[in-house]
C-alpha cells in the first residue's frame, strides 16, 4: 500500500480509539479475481458488515464495498481486501507480485471460503508467499480480541460437513497479513437474515468477528 494510503489509515484509526470520528472514508475491497469462481458471491454480506461497522464503531465506513483487481489502482486504497467464492481462483505472474507488494506494503487479505474455494485458494497463496505457509493463528492473537472476544477463535457459522472452524494465517515480521476463514462461512453469517436461516445470534457473532478483522486491518496491529 502507498505511504500516504496507510498514514491516513492510523489517523483514522486514532481518531476512531479516541471517540472522534473522522470525515474521511473507508471500505473494503472485494477482490475480483479470474479463474471462474464466483467472487461476487453473498452479495449483501459486505453491506451489512459495512454498516453495523458505523453502527458499532467510530470509523467513518462507506454504506458499499469496492470491487477492485489485482490490476487495478483501486487496490491501493484500502486497506483491507475480501475474496470469497465456491470455485476456483486463479492470480497471473503479474497478479502474484501485486498481490505480494500489496501485503507487504500493509495491505490485508481476508478470503473467506464458501465452500469449495479451499484447494486453488491454498494452491494460489503457495505461489504468492512460497516460503511462508499457511498456520492455525493463536488464541491469544489479538484479531480474537482487539474489539469483540472470541477466546475459542474463529467461530463456526453455517454447517457443511461437521469439520470444524478453522483460523488460518500467513504473518511477516509478526504481523499477521493474510487471514484465511475455512469451514465457518463468515460470509454466509453477515448476509440478510433470510438468506441461509443461520439465526440472529450467528449473524451478529459472523458481524463482530468482522469488525474485529477490519479493526485489525485497519490499525495494523500486531
Request: hydrophobic share 35%; no cysteine.
Given at each position: 500500500m502507498r505511504l500516504l494510503k496507510r498514514v491516513m489509515v492510523l489517523g483514522v484509526t486514532a481518531l476512531a480509539i479516541s471517540g472522534a470520528r473522522p470525515e474521511a472514508s473507508l471500505t473494503i475491497g472485494r477482490l475480483q479475481y479470474e479463474g471462474g469462481g464466483d467472487w461476487y458471491g453473498n452479495p449483501s454480506s459486505l453491506p451489512n458488515l459495512l454498516k453495523y461497522i458505523r453502527q458499532n464503531t467510530t470509523f467513518a465506513v462507506d454504506q458499499r464495498e469496492r470491487v477492485v483487481t489485482l490490476s487495478g489502482r483501486d487496490l491501493w486504497d484500502v486497506p483491507y481486501i475480501y475474496m470469497t467464492g465456491h470455485g476456483n481462483v486463479h492470480f497471473s505472474d503479474a497478479d502474484v507480485v501485486t498481490l505480494r507488494r500489496y501485503i507487504e506494503n500493509g495491505g490485508f487479505l481476508h478470503a473467506d471460503d464458501n465452500y469449495g474455494l479451499d484447494e486453488s485458494f491454498r494452491k494460489e497463496m503457495a505461489r504468492v508467499f512460497p516460503d511462508r505457509p499457511l498456520v492455525d493463528v493463536p488464541l491469544d492473537h489479538p484479531v480474537y480480541h482487539i474489539v469483540y472476544d472470541f477466546p475459542r477463535g474463529v467461530p463456526k457459522i453455517h454447517e457443511h460437513d461437521g469439520k470444524p472452524a478453522q483460523g488460518l494465517g500467513i504473518f511477516l515480521n509478526g504481523r499477521l497479513v493474510v487471514y484465511?476463514?475455512?469451514?465457518?462461512?463468515?460470509?454466509?453469517?453477515?448476509?440478510?437474515?433470510?438468506?441461509?436461516?443461520?439465526?440472529?445470534?450467528?449473524?451478529?457473532?459472523?458481524?463482530?468477528?468482522?469488525?474485529?478483522?477490519?479493526?485489525?486491518?485497519?490499525?495494523?496491529?500486531?
Amino acid at each position: 500500500m502507498r505511504l500516504l494510503k496507510r498514514v491516513m489509515v492510523l489517523g483514522v484509526t486514532a481518531l476512531a480509539i479516541s471517540g472522534a470520528r473522522p470525515e474521511a472514508s473507508l471500505t473494503i475491497g472485494r477482490l475480483q479475481y479470474e479463474g471462474g469462481g464466483d467472487w461476487y458471491g453473498n452479495p449483501s454480506s459486505l453491506p451489512n458488515l459495512l454498516k453495523y461497522i458505523r453502527q458499532n464503531t467510530t470509523f467513518a465506513v462507506d454504506q458499499r464495498e469496492r470491487v477492485v483487481t489485482l490490476s487495478g489502482r483501486d487496490l491501493w486504497d484500502v486497506p483491507y481486501i475480501y475474496m470469497t467464492g465456491h470455485g476456483n481462483v486463479h492470480f497471473s505472474d503479474a497478479d502474484v507480485v501485486t498481490l505480494r507488494r500489496y501485503i507487504e506494503n500493509g495491505g490485508f487479505l481476508h478470503a473467506d471460503d464458501n465452500y469449495g474455494l479451499d484447494e486453488s485458494f491454498r494452491k494460489e497463496m503457495a505461489r504468492v508467499f512460497p516460503d511462508r505457509p499457511l498456520v492455525d493463528v493463536p488464541l491469544d492473537h489479538p484479531v480474537y480480541h482487539i474489539v469483540y472476544d472470541f477466546p475459542r477463535g474463529v467461530p463456526k457459522i453455517h454447517e457443511h460437513d461437521g469439520k470444524p472452524a478453522q483460523g488460518l494465517g500467513i504473518f511477516l515480521n509478526g504481523r499477521l497479513v493474510v487471514y484465511y476463514t475455512y469451514q465457518t462461512d463468515l460470509g454466509d453469517g453477515w448476509e440478510d437474515l433470510e438468506v441461509h436461516g443461520d439465526g440472529v445470534e450467528k449473524h451478529q457473532t459472523a458481524l463482530k468477528m468482522g469488525v474485529n478483522l477490519f479493526t485489525y486491518a485497519v490499525a495494523g496491529a500486531r
